[in-house]
């Protein structure tokens, strides 16, 4: 018998468990997975429960409700991996043994790593990137009557790298229709050069905050928040000061990948980007966000490395070479307000591009311009996830990108 | 991808003239374009260079400026002193190296 055992059951570890179980045979492997907290969020829903657009307890559902029957469910939280013993000791005290092991504890918000930042969270400090900061965030933005609000990426990479454009543009949109707009200032901060990390979706999504109204201070690396006299600093002296501060705190990996040697500098665990396997240890995998691939921390991003990787690790696990790898592709709904969204579709090598998606001609999706029918697409693909994406149905977008439908510059 | 040529030597680059082939780079390529760009370059400044060569030669991706706080041992606020403004930027330009992903 042998013992694959996941760690974290996000989206990606959900899946993962989900298709695994089907793929491996019951006689031949045990699956176990850690689920370390009890609830399983729908995440895009963080960014509408801010403005009293999504009651918040329907984003929360039971998590081992999702793992299919056949797979151990062990509650707890990992302290330790030990590649060579190839064990996991949990903070209970608690050891399991695995053959090969799956990492999928995903990224987590650290406010305490900017100094001053922690200092009046939940004061005028918010944040949306867990539930709770979410919930807390919407009775500040109700009682919000005026002012400056400055909404603030800490450093790159954050889990759905789109999701602070989307709070600024819902942000407009949400004043407005308090009718007190004219009494808010919005201010986009960003170490990136631009609104977006890739120039084309950049000069899009900047125009589209120029529209709104919402100034931009580009390439602002953060020194530390001053909480008392409601500024962030950066270290070439800026300053930008804040009513009410809506940040992305610094995202790390789990602290226990870091402790036991797996990651890099942000506790990611480092593996090969197209085959998902750790830079060092064979029997080690990281799926999600918990890995250091090189394209957005996103469901998305999980999804599509779920269409790949179960058929590959059975492969890998046999001694085989993959026969395919994974290209990095991503695709987001943007929220850009007044019942509109964008949509963008990329991968490792190819930036997002206008065009029409998934088929060409007929789309029905515009890529990289704002419609209803994206907005529509974002609203529907809620049930998606719960009942095709989670239990690992098929779902008819290919996993790697392409570029049918896509207009490239010339 | 297209070529520039720089103290006459013709090199391959980005749209924002960040070299794309590790090999085309050397020390006295490195003091040319730091020079382009108006940093005087001390063996401080060649120390960290050098850290993200070798770095990017085992990594495979541009050293962020964190990485090289944490793992180069030099703290961020210095290398804001170093490289005044942008230092992940201009690090990355002098060494030769792609723009740091900041990985969408």
């Known amino acids: ?410 | 991808m297209s070529t520039t040529s720089v103290m006459g030597r013709e090199v391959h680059v980005d749209g924002e003239g960040f070299l794309t082939e590790f090999d085309e780079w050397d020390e006295a390529l490195g003091a040319e374009l730091a020079s382009q760009i108006g940093i005087e370059m001390t063996d401080e400044h060649w120390s960290l260079i050098r850290f993200l060569r070798a770095d990017y030669a085992e990594m495979g991706q541009t050293a962020t400026t964190r990485r090289v706080a944490t793992v180069g041992g030099v703290p961020v606020k210095r290398q804001f002193e170093l490289f005044p403004k942008k230092p992940g930027k201009k690090m990355a330009y002098i060494a030769g190296l792609p723009k740091p992903a900041g990985c969408v």
């Open chain 1, 1 to 410: 018998m042998r013992k694959l055992l996941i760690l974290g059951a996000g989206t990606a570890g959900t899946i993962a468990a989900n298709k695994l179980r089907r793929l491996l045979a019951r006689d031949d492997w045990e699956i176990t997975i850690v689920e370390q907290r009890g609830a399983h969020y729908y995440q895009p829903a963080f960014l509408f429960i801010p403005f009293g657009r999504y009651r918040p307890k329907r984003a929360r559902r039971k998590a081992t409700r999702y793992l299919p029957a056949g797979v151990t469910r062990v509650k707890g939280e990992v302290d330790r991996v030990d590649p060579d013993a190839r064990t996991v000791s949990l903070l209970n005290g608690d050891e399991i043994s695995y053959d090969f092991l799956i990492i999928a504890t995903g990224t987590s918000p650290y406010p305490a790593e900017t100094p001053g930042m922690a200092d009046d969270w939940l004061g005028a400090v918010h944040s949306f990137y867990t539930y709770d900061d979410a919930v807390a965030l919407r009775e500040a933005i109700a009682r919000f009557d005026g002012g400056r609000v400055v909404v603030h990426i800490t450093e790159m990479p954050i889990k759905c790298p789109v999701a602070p454009l989307e709070f600024a543009l819902l942000a407009d949109d949400h004043f407005r229709r308090r009718g007190i707009r004219d009494k808010v200032s919005i201010t986009f901060v960003t170490p990136l050069d631009g609104a977006f990390t890739k120039p084309i979706a950049s000069a899009t999504f900047g125009s589209l905050l120029e529209d709104r109204g919402i100034s931009v201070e580009p390439d602002f690396m953060i020194e530390s928040v001053d909480p008392r006299g409601h500024r962030i600093v950066s270290y070439d002296e800026r300053e930008v000061p804040y009513d009410l501060l809506v940040t992305i705190p610094l995202n790390r990996g789990a602290a226990f990948v870091g402790r036991s040697g797996l990651g890099d500098e942000l506790d990611f665990v480092t593996v090969d980007k197209g085959s998902l396997r750790h830079t060092r240890y064979d029997s080690i995998f990281a799926i999600g966000d918990a890995a250091n691939v090189p394209t957005s921390k996103a469901g998305a991003v999980a999804h599509f490395e779920m269409d790949l990787f179960p058929e590959q690790f059975v492969r890998m696990v046999a001694g085989q070479e993959p026969t395919e790898t994974f290209d990095g592709h991503a695709t987001c709904f943007i929220e850009s307000g007044a019942g509109k969204a964008m949509l963008i579709d990329f991968n490792y090598e190819t930036e997002p591009l206008p065009g029409l998606f998934p088929y060409p001609v007929m789309g029905p999706l515009p890529l990289l311009k704002e419609s209803r029918l994206n907005h529509l697409g974002k609203l529907a693909f809620e049930w998606v996830y719960w009942w095709m994406l989670l239990p690992g149905r098929p779902i008819p977008l290919p996993a790697h990108m392409s570029m049918k439908g896509k207009k490239a510059p010339h």
